[in-house]
């Protein structure tokens, strides 16, 4: 055997410290070396048997820690190379003796790469090689690196091989004749093939080994990232595809996690810490869209196949977001591509989607992927509804579509990566009503319902590193946002958006301790919108139901925008750098809105954003976290809107505030907490004073007040369990008259003599508990229950009769939202079973939606004259099945 041992480079790295020891000083760089390390005492590695006795031969770069003494302290292999040979080369360099690397004060501890090379002799090679296998996941078709191979040769001889980093393995001198060729994970059945050994011929085989049970992506749903943004939290795919009611949707599992409060039935609301579901923002790749869930909130609008994460951000967010108040969610598409060809088809109860993933070109350096999806609801509910007994003419029905498709660059080839993204959806429903069904006593309401919102993006992302202490990210974007209403044939809004967005960050790095980030995050376009009403608003005051109606039309457009600029630092003042994060930041809000009728914009206001976060670790396991800062929100694009084209309103503004602990309680268990409070001012209100279309419509009158506190214990999965308990208490309070600013009962509780009242989404209690188990033979079962304090509503005892309008109005015998819907409780399983062929695998599940419910009031409904009401309940239990196929090529 011809061993080589290389010494490579010595570099800026401290050695670590011993156990129990305070760390030592850094390092010094290597040009502040004199001389580096020079090995005294080489100890040559033994060659594995295995290895020999199949003719491998291998390199393995290790990395070295050499103390000021000469002596080897660590040992971490850098470059493996399987078959034993990391093994027998780091047992030997704990052996490696040097003189110490020398500095201007004396030696000095440094880390080295340093490579050891196993080569077979002249005399060892000459045995034939006339066996070559590749190992290969069932299913997934993906090589098995670094597994066991036992060969036994029609002689009865056995060699016991390992696989390399790419699956393959050979052997030498097997006797002609039957050979047997096994493998398999530890814990799963032994794959086993019996080859012909013909003398003088080398002979090939595909060995198609069992994968563990269940699917091992490794997906992060609220990303870990180098910030310090007081909530991270994170879950791995093989624990969002199991929750109940999800449809493996990592999007939707944001839902059950602490912060997030039960949206009503068919909204998909995001209601995120008592925050107005406006006042929260949602991206893909950093660029804004208007909504993240399909109609009901049972889907994203981006396929679970092409997310490679998504950061939800309930609160203490830094300053590359903005233009909200409340929470943020950020769904990260894929930026890998895989080597094999992928083909994914998913259908369930809702909806059927189709996704197809690869590498194109000669060198197969192009990434491709396209999706689709589309709901058939709309389809079903019209064959249903006469089993049912219902009137076929009165239809509810729902539909969606959503598509993507994404290009880029595979690898970094030193001009940086790119990729393009085109992606876009519709939702529609559509109310149709039997002919001669009377919707009430207005004649211009007859006839069907229908709404339709769309969204459509473009964009392409650039990324690149220049060094170690520069790197440049810009995502150029362009839309267009629609929404469509109609009621018949009087009642009809059109409203469309053509926006252009920019995201473009460069990051510096001038020392390891500091991370400076300038940002820019622009966006606007034009808008346009026409309305066509069956009754003129200015004559509301003296409407008179049996005066003939005057139709009413109108229409607008004009140009909106704004670059909103932001700097951010991250500071590691510690020598573990990873210890204290201290992050400051500064963002500029500022918008301008203009009108086609007028020559001054309807808008333009400015504001400053400064927040600063911190995260210190101060135990084993235990980290503080905390932050602070203002947030801005421009008013939303319905409350510009006036007929003489001018406006007075300005920012909404939330000074936010959390201070939290994560405590890592084992290999496996977790525990988050953290309190919050979050001041609102200038929030935009409708004006009590309004009686004609002349005056305001909306003020910056209104105060609010937010505040509770999160809790999350969290098994991550392991062997074969997995679940979570997430729990939040809060409260919601809002006054739009902005009554006693100072009143220390506001701050607890409110008054409603001063104007307080809850939030219409104030859930004081939300519990949510969710646990999965592996099965044998690759069943899986998990559940999840669920328990929402009721919404809070207004109650009505009685109704006033209007002669002139013929209709009644309700009168309520409280304040408003003094009352509460009772509590919402359900109890939903999951059952899941994986089947894995060769070439292609298959996942069928069966959710039990609501298998244990409590009452679960959506809204409350109201006779004629409000003398009698009765609860409308949420989903009954509902059995939704659902397969996914994934095919290999």
Known sequence: MLLLALLLAASALAAPPDAGSEPPEPAPAADDLVSGPELLEFVEAAYPEAARQAGLEAKVRLLLSIDAT?????????AAAGSGFDEAASESAWQLRFRPAQSASGPVPVRIEFEYGFALGAEEALAPLNLRGSLLFMGTRSPVADLPVRVRGADGGQLDLISDAEGNFSARGLPPGPATVSAGLLGEQRSEATVDIVEGEETEIKLWIKPPEG?????????????ADITRRSLSIEEIRRVPGTFGDPVRVIQNLPGAARAPLGTGLLVIRGSNPEDSGVYVDGIRIPLIYHLGGYSSVIN?????????????????????MGGVVDVRTKSSFPEQARLVWNTDALDTGVLFEGRLGKERKLGVAVAARRSYIDAIIPLVLPLTGADPDLVVKPRWYDYQLKIGNVEDNGSGRWSAFLFGFQDRLQVSTPPGFAQGTDADTQGDLGTTYETHRAYWQYKRPFGDHFALRIVPSLG??????????QWRINQWQLLAELRAEAEIKPHDALTLTAGLDFIGGWYWFEAELAINPDALSDYDPLDEREPWTTDGRGRAGGPDPYLDLMIRPLPDRERWLINPGLRLNHVQVTDARSPDPLIAITALDPRINTRFRATAGGTVKLGTGLYHQPPQPFELWRPEGE???????????????????????????????????DLIVQNPTFTSIQDAYFLNAGVGRIYGAEFMLRHAPGDRFFGWVSYTLSRSLRNDAGAAANDADRLLGGDPDQGWYPFDFDQTHILVAVAGYKLPRSWEVSAKVQHVTGNPTTPYDGGVYDLDQDFYFGYSTGQRNSARLPPFTAVDLRVDRLFVFKKWQLE??????NVLRGENPEFTLYNYDYTESRFIRGLP???SPGVLAEFYF
């Open 70 to 78: 000469g002596a080897v302290t660590a040992v971490e292999v850098s």
């Open 215 to 227: 699917r091992s992506d490794e997906l992060v749903v609220v990303g870990e990232r180098q910030t």
């Open 304 to 324: 679970a196949d092409l997310v490679e994460g998504v950061d939800y951000l309930p609160g203490g967010y830094g300053v590359e977001y903005g233009r909200s």
């Open 480 to 489: 267009v946002d629609g929404i469509r209403f109609r009621l018949g044939n």
């Open 647 to 681: 406006t007075n309103l300005g920012f909404e503004r939330a000074l936010a505030s959390e201070l939290g602990w994560e405590q890592l309680l084992g290999d496996r268990v977790t525990a988050d907490a953290s309190v919050f409070y979050k001041r609102l001012d």
């Open 844 to 849: 069928a599940y069966l959710d039990l939606l």
């Open 877 to 879: 239990f509902i059995p």
